[in-house]
């Protein structure tokens, strides 16, 4: 089956925030149902995740049909596969990120009865993504790209707003110094892993999703033992409630892989403004899981109208992202005698260049540019090839259409 690059990206993203938003609302159902101490339960899912995931990378890597079962969901797996070399810092880098900004979470869920309040600017992560990616991938935003982001981030900010409790400043200290930039280190790290080239083909979300595990895993009981050694081996213990957690996990692997693989596909603040349609797919789920446990979507109309006006701007913002984002290819011809490593180099150098590649034929050069308006390419993009030394000349073809095999 083949689709669309630009529709593939928001199913996958969009599909990864319906499964997590179902996760959310099975967790909540175990915290509020079991009363596990939160340390315990977040060393108990890790472990847990970790070898329900095992067993879902190995049935994944069955061969069928001429490909293996995992294929069905990213076309790059072949097979569960040893780390290379290559991509061991970066896993060490998402699985730190990832252990510290769940640290955080667990921490805030700790401290306060009632975390909604704090945990909403959570969605301010969006932001940072932005400005880190300006820095990490040089690509540095448009207006159109920062206005879409700060509609989708307090419109999440709205919609996930409680007025049970107070606003602490300690509290917010955390989100913004601990849990949000932990997460913009896992997210960043993820996609240079997805767009990472292994054995000649992309890499495949479905590894990078159990060895980040791996690494999480590790890094997680370390922080646990040092902040509660008391309920460190508390874990164990509640692990005899083994079928939850494989439930909990089991799902949330086909979140994060949905999600790894669109991040692959395109910016990590747009996958993480897009994945915010969790907090509109909680809404049933919530219902839901309210004729079981004592949770409810909203505690007064104020709330509600709150929470509607929040929804609308978290499908404005994403709508504005949707219709924006301008890809093209350029074909370059180098100047006869000019080291072609050195001009890939220099074309790769450019602001808004996502990919190069050497060819033979007419052309020397074939790079991949996205930015969010025409008018913007021309200007930051076009204007500088003229000044790159090595290029002879250059054609501009903008991108219609994109397909991608499912």
């Not at 975390?115 to 990490?136: G, K, N, Q, R």
């Not at 767009?195 to 646990?224: E, H, P, Q, S």
């Not at 008391?230 to 494989?246: C, R, S, T, V």
Request: charged content about 15%.
């Amino acid at each position: 089956m083949r689709i669309r690059k630009k529709y593939l990206f928001y199913v996958l993203a969009i599909l990864s925030s319906l499964i997590g938003a179902a996760v959310t609302v099975i967790d909540t159902y175990i915290s509020i149902k079991y009363e596990f101490n939160p340390w315990s339960l977040c060393l108990a899912i890790f472990i847990a995740g970790l070898v329900i995931t095992f067993f879902l990378s190995l049935i994944l890597s069955i061969p069928f049909g001429g490909k293996s079962i995992g294929a069905r969901i990213d076309p790059s797996f072949k097979r569960l596969r040893m780390l290379k070399k290559e991509e061991l810092k970066y896993h060490l880098l998402a699985g730190m990120g990832n252990a510290v900004a769940t640290v955080g979470y667990f921490l805030i869920i700790s401290i306060y009865q009632e975390p909604s309040t704090i945990l909403a600017f959570f969605e301010v992560v969006i932001l940072y993504l932005l400005m880190m990616e300006s820095i990490a991938e040089k690509n540095a935003p448009t207006m159109a790209e920062v206005q879409a982001s700060v509609i989708v981030t307090f419109g999440a900010i709205m919609a996930s707003f409680s007025f049970e409790g107070e606003i602490n400043l300690l509290g917010l200290l955390i989100v913004f110094l601990v849990l949000n930039p932990a997460w913009v280190v896992f997210s960043i790290y993820q996609r240079k892993l997805k767009i990472m080239k292994i054995n000649g083909c992309y890499n495949d979300a479905i590894n990078i999703r159990f060895w980040n595990l791996v690494f999480t895993t590790f890094f997680t009981a370390i922080l646990v033992y040092f902040i509660d050694k008391e309920n460190f081996f508390g874990a164990i213990d509640i692990l005899k409630y083994w079928h939850l957690f494989f439930i909990s996990m089991g799902i949330t692997f086909f979140s994060y892989v949905l999600y790894i693989r669109a991040l692959g596909l395109g910016k990590a603040s747009v996958t993480q403004a897009v994945k915010a349609f969790t907090i509109i797919f909680a809404i049933p789920f919530t219902i839901l899981a309210s004729n079981f446990v004592p949770i409810t979507f909203y505690e007064s109309i104020p709330q509600l109208i709150l929470k509607i006006m929040g929804i609308i701007l978290v499908v404005m913002g994403v709508i504005s992202f949707a219709l924006t984002e301008v890809r093209a290819y350029i074909f370059i011809k180098a100047k006869t005698g000019y080291p072609i490593n050195e001009l890939l180099n220099n074309v790769w150098g450019v602001k808004g260049i996502t990919s190069v590649a050497v060819v033979a034929g007419r052309y020397d050069l074939i790079a991949k540019a996205r930015m969010r308006t025409l008018g913007k390419g021309y200007e930051r993009i076009i204007r500088t090839l003229e000044k790159v030394k090595g290029i002879e000349w250059f054609e501009w073809e903008t991108i219609l259409k994109e397909w991608e095999e499912v």
